[in-house]
């Protein structure tokens, strides 16, 4: 079996905070998408193995890029377009091994009381007293103007490091979110997808999804699953997104179309089957074909335990993918809830139609 190459370094990325980088690959990225790519890669919690990880060096190629090399690389796996599973393999999702499998009334997922958050460089409040509480099950939908602070909400909530929490509280699954660093919260069960996803030179979408879902079954005390079991368990999550098997060979976003780029996003929460899933602006820069692939994987990934949160500026989504309660946020706060009745006042009449009870 090839050996996993972990490599630890303390680079910052865009959170700020100091990350544990897995790269099976040469790597080398534009000095501007460098840390965003190391977020990213930190997002899925692929930070550890059993065997001793190997030294990172890296040198100045250019004034805009920077070479990473290690000291021993995997064989990279790749196979055919045509390639097919046929063996009968138990690849579980890992929320439904961890799952008690009760029944019951929904539980609370998600309670936030009172958030506020400010711009950790310059001490601007962006969040002034956010109230929400998502049960399991539910589909929430969050829009506003630009500058409400939708988005700079969903980053706070997976422990972006540019914002700084000033009050309130967040509990996930019963637990203080804001005590947990951007990597636990990501193996808890807290996704949230890029308006802009990276691209990452070097390093396969099969490498990637296989460590970062690896990473998760250890997090919840689960076997690890070989290569063999994990492409039993990823094919049926590629047809679900409307993903020919030959686009796991492929880097991860590198050259990637806006659809296929936003495909890649879901297909990362398909493979890691986590509880609630930030879905922020999903539906940006996407066909109408590309739009009703990606919602219905989304809506196929519901189930009674898991949840969705998305951040919209369009009503066209929500044909797509039909929300159990519409927020509207403003100045930093969640000023009305209702159904969908709000998107359609919205379409006609505009923000200023929600600036009265």
């Known amino acids: 079996m090839d050996a996993s190459v972990v490599l630890q370094s303390k680079i910052s990325s865009v959170t700020g905070l100091f990350y544990r980088i897995p790269l099976l690959s040469v790597l080398r990225l534009p000095k501007i998408h460098r840390s965003s790519a190391m977020a990213l890669l930190h997002r899925f919690g692929c930070c550890s193995s059993p065997s001793p990880p190997p030294l990172l060096s890296f040198k100045q190629s250019t004034s805009n890029s920077m070479l990473f090399t290690v000291s021993a690389l995997p064989r990279h ?131 990637f999804l296989q460590m970062a879902y690896n990473a998760r079954r250890r997090k919840l005390g689960l076997p690890e699953l070989d290569p ?59 066909d109408v074909d590309a739009l009703r692939d990606v919602a219905k994987a989304v809506n196929a990934l519901m189930t009674p335990t898991n949840s969705v949160l998305m951040i919209t500026h369009y009503r066209r989504l929500l044909e797509f993918i039909k929300p159990d309660y519409i927020h509207i946020m403003d100045d930093g706060r969640i000023t009305k809830t209702g159904d969908i009745s709000i998107a359609n006042i919205l379409e006609k009449e505009g923000y200023k139609a929600m600036s009265t009870p």
């Not at 009968?88 to 499998?101: I, Q, R």
């Not at 951007?182 to 069960?189: F, H, I, K, Q, V």
């Not at 047809?239 to 890649?264: H, P, Q, T, Y």
């Open 77 to 207: 796996r790749r196979f055919p377009p045509s390639f097919r599973l046929t063996a009968t393999l138990a690849a579980e999702s890992p929320t439904d091994s961890a799952s008690n499998g009760g029944g019951g009334p929904p539980k609370l997922l998600l309670e936030v009381k009172d958030l506020t958050a400010v711009i950790s460089e310059s001490g601007k409040e962006i969040l002034n007293g956010v109230n929400l509480s998502i049960y399991e099950g539910e589909i929430h939908a969050i829009m506003g103007k630009n500058g409400s602070g939708k988005s700079t909400f969903a980053k706070v909530l997976v422990g972006h490091r540019d914002y700084q929490v000033t009050g309130g509280s967040v509990v996930f699954k019963g637990e203080n979110l804001l005590e947990m660093e951007a990597e636990d919260r990501s193996l808890a069960g807290l996704f949230l997808s890029f308006q802009s996803p990276v691209e990452i030179p070097g390093v396969s979408n099969s490498d």
């Open 228 to 286: 063999l079991q994990f492409y039993g368990y990823i094919m049926p999550k590629l047809e679900m997104v409307n993903i020919k098997a030959d686009f796991l060979n492929r880097n991860v976003n590198e050259g990637f179309s806006g659809g296929e780029k936003k495909r890649n996003e879901i297909l990362q929460l398909a493979v890691l089957g986590a509880e609630l899933a930030i879905l922020d602006e999903i539906d940006s820069g996407l």
